[in-house]
């Protein structure tokens, strides 16, 4: 089979939104490479080690590539994209004087090439991201995520879903309750119970997600503490206020909510966020470019928040905020 392969030279400010535009586009599969050059700052604290190669992506520049079905109206996907891409300089994320490439590829060509420089990740103190495919050996107190993203987000070498499981890994000390927003491959869900959260409803709109979210729970084992549902945060309220007949794994308000999704639908839900956390709960919000830091802190502490910290990498920053016990 052949796949029209769609290649988008932009920022690397702007990837996740091109992704994400990509995948609504009905992309099978979506690669993202950034900036290879000795110059770019990578995190060795806990004995992390990079085997992508260097290429001369510029500073702060990123290739995307989009795979469609043999087919496809190319002109159309591309004329969508320009517009969406566009639009993007009205939420101050800027994709540069973007570029599109196209070629006709064989599947084997670009579905399995990505897996040779996805390594195991060690991301956190007690976490290592491992691919189903790598042989491993887990030192002592190492907590293990085998992982096959598939086609959805999330592989723990982005700096907000690293930044998410650092976090997490802080943050959950045994037993809680979580509900993970936007969960793509799942990774946070799954990270979330390695750490010692009792059950987490995880949570995408994206039957891709859904899916890759369903089938990595099963790699580890963990069907019955991580539950995958096709809905969102609001959906999950309506249906535990209405006593709807679907059994939930977890019981709202819940311990802890975890979103690694872009600023702009973080500040869509807050209110549905402050309302599915007992008092006390946390919220770990990440995917906020740095521009949008400030706006998002703004809008919890407007809906009752008190932001705890702020947990940065690259541009890149996740905030954790607390509901406070009233009385």
């Avoid at 869900?189 to 039957?207: E, K, M, Q, W």
């Avoid at 521009?291 to 928040?305: C, M, Q, R, T, Y």
Wanted: net charge negative.
């Amino acid at each position: 089979m052949k796949w029209h392969e769609l290649t988008i030279s932009t920022t690397e400010e702007s990837i996740e939104m091109i992704t994400n535009f990509l995948h609504e586009m009905d992309a099978d599969g979506v690669s993202v490479e950034e900036s290879g050059t000795l110059n770019k700052p990578r995190d060795t604290s806990l004995g992390q080690w990079y085997e992508v190669p260097l290429n001369d992506i510029p500073e702060g520049h990123a290739v995307i590539k989009g795979y469609f079905l043999e087919g496809t109206d190319m002109e159309d996907v591309k004329n969508v994209l320009r517009t969406r891409i566009d639009e993007l300089r009205s939420y101050d994320i800027e994709p540069g004087s973007y570029t599109f490439a196209e070629a006709l590829v064989d599947e084997e060509d670009w579905a399995n090439a990505w897996k040779q420089y996805f390594k195991p990740l060690r991301v956190s103190e007690r976490l290592t991201i491992k691919p189903t495919w790598e042989e491993y050996e887990a030192g002592p107190d190492e907590r293990i995520i085998e992982l096959d993203p598939g086609m959805a987000f999330g592989t723990g070498t982005h700096p907000t879903t690293a930044l998410c499981l650092r976090t997490l890994d802080s943050v959950i000390k045994g037993g809680e309750q979580v509900i993970d927003v936007g969960t793509g491959s799942g990774i946070l869900a799954i990270g979330a119970v390695r750490l010692g959260a009792s059950s987490v409803l995880a949570l995408d709109l994206d039957p891709v997600a859904v899916s890759s979210a369903k089938e990595n729970t099963r790699l580890n084992g963990l069907e019955a503490a991580v539950q995958v549902h096709l809905s969102d945060l609001l959906g999950v309220l309506r249906s535990s206020e209405a006593g709807s007949g679907t059994a939930l794994n977890v019981q709202v308000p819940v311990d802890l909510v975890v979103a690694n999704i872009l600023a702009e639908i973080i500040l869509l839900f807050i209110g549905d966020v402050y309302e599915a956390l007992k008092p006390g709960g946390t919220y770990i919000a990440s995917g906020i470019y740095e521009n949008k830091e400030d706006a998002v802190a703004e809008a919890l502490e407007s809906a009752g928040f008190v932001i705890e910290s702020r947990e940065r990498e690259d541009k890149w920053t996740a905030i954790v905020a607390r509901k406070p016990v009233v009385g």
